[in-house]
């Protein structure tokens, strides 16, 4: 094997090594088959630009970037298949060493169209992937005909996948499927399938297994229909507490309506609902101006794409309020933080919470699109319990009243993130 030495370069003449090429021997038959070149852009000694050829045909395969200029790699992407494209990226999004976001784009049979599409993120940084969207086009035509959901917690994956069958962008059958490990020993310990055969997004069928530890296998234990009902989005009133019966609501809810403002044409809805619990908790006005320019400095926030998931409690971290973020939680979680005097920001998919509408099962975007602090739960009326939300976006969003079954439609599209504050 060729015992390669690497070649500096100083493209811009000041003494300072800009680049650094390695031809690299990766199959390591002693022919070079590839370059890693180096680069450090602003000449501060950090190498802040990689770019692989993987197999030497003089063409960048893999970019890896530090954007921030402190030796931590940001964001990989890469071009797998050679056609000049970038189909697969991963990133860092709050910039601590950890790859948190991950993205693909493949087409399977080098059309030129893609096949799948992949989202997946790893919210705890733990290394493996927490929740994926997963979109493909099974007839080539450019348009995605399945869209799976995937979470995994604790052992358990849950994975949803819908079904275009006639291309109307419309679901027309559904499935969702549910594999446990229990002992972590890699071999399922249960499993379900549940079935929407009429595309109502309501499930009619299913069977369930069981692992039987005298012949380790999967055996079926239920089989029969499930529930088919139909679904109406009630209107959305705002919160009357003098209506209300006040043993019956979680929260405050009247207190934290004093501190509710509309963002107007803003995409700062993360801002103002931290905005929101830092006044209620501290006692103190908080300038929205002052607030996103250092959100903004910060890298937390931007005016033209908002904040990340994953920043949304950045500012509440830089005023000092004591907060833990995390997905997946239930509303007995909400329900105790604010019966315990806590605030809750929680991000939510806005089409559902504003108009009853959920978004196209198969265009590949995030359905959470929103976040909003909820300053309540009414259950004045035990058949139908009311969630109660400061939502910025929303012109009436003061004490905004939301069902209970919307909300939680609208903030399962977010992974059921949540920040408790105390």
Not at 304 to 321: F, R, V
Request: aromatic share 8%.
């Amino acid at each position: 094997m060729y015992d390669f030495e690497p070649v500096e370069f100083d493209f811009d003449g000041d003494g300072i090594v800009d680049a650094t090429a390695m031809p690299l021997d990766l199959d390591g038959d002693g022919y070079e088959d590839g370059t890693a070149v180096a680069l450090d852009s602003d000449g501060d000694g950090v190498t802040d630009l990689v770019n692989v050829d993987l197999d030497g045909d003089g063409y960048t395969d893999v970019t890896a970037l530090d954007q921030e200029g402190d030796g931590i790699i940001d964001m990989v992407v890469a071009d797998l298949d050679g056609d000049g494209i970038e189909d697969v990226a991963a990133m860092d999004t709050d910039h601590n060493g950890v790859m948190d976001n991950f993205a693909a784009e493949v087409d399977v049979d080098g059309d030129g169209i893609v096949d799948q599409l992949v989202r997946a993120n790893d919210y705890d940084q733990d290394g493996v992937v927490d929740s994926a969207h997963v979109y493909g086009d099974t007839d080539g035509d450019g348009q995605f005909d399945t869209a799976s959901q995937i979470v995994t917690e604790d052992g358990v994956t849950t994975a949803t996948t819908r079904y275009d069958f006639d291309g109307d962008q419309q679901i027309d059958f559904m499935e969702e499927e549910v594999i446990a490990d229990a002992d972590g020993d890699g071999n399922a310990d249960f499993y379900s399938v549940q079935v929407d055969t009429d595309g109502d997004q309501q499930y009619d069928g299913g069977e369930a297994y069981a692992n039987n530890p005298e012949t380790n296998s999967l055996e079926l234990i239920a089989a029969e229909g499930l529930y088919d009902v139909e679904y109406e989005v009630p209107q959305m009133p705002n919160f009357d507490p003098e209506a209300a019966d006040p043993e019956a609501v979680a929260g405050d809810p009247a207190s934290s309506m004093e501190n509710w403002e509309f963002q107007e044409a803003t995409n700062r809805c993360t801002l103002y609902s931290q905005k929101f619990v830092i006044e209620e908790l501290t006692g103190e006005e908080v300038d929205i101006e002052d607030f996103a320019d250092t959100a903004e400095e910060n890298g937390w926030f931007t005016e033209e794409g908002g904040a990340t998931a994953l920043n949304m409690n950045k500012m509440l971290d830089y005023h000092g309020i004591d907060n833990e973020m995390s997905f997946h939680g239930q509303i007995d979680d909400i329900e105790q933080c604010l019966n315990e005097g806590g605030k809750v920001i929680v991000s939510v998919d806005s089409g559902e919470i504003w108009e009853g509408e959920s978004d196209n099962a198969f265009a590949p975007v995030d359905g959470a699109d929103h976040a909003v602090q909820v300053i309540g739960i009414d259950r004045t009326d035990p058949e139908n319990p009311m969630v109660i939300l400061n939502d910025s976006g929303h012109p009436d969003g003061c004490g905004e009243l939301v069902p209970l079954d919307v909300f939680e439609d609208a903030w399962a599209d977010g992974d059921h993130q949540m920040i408790l504050c105390h």
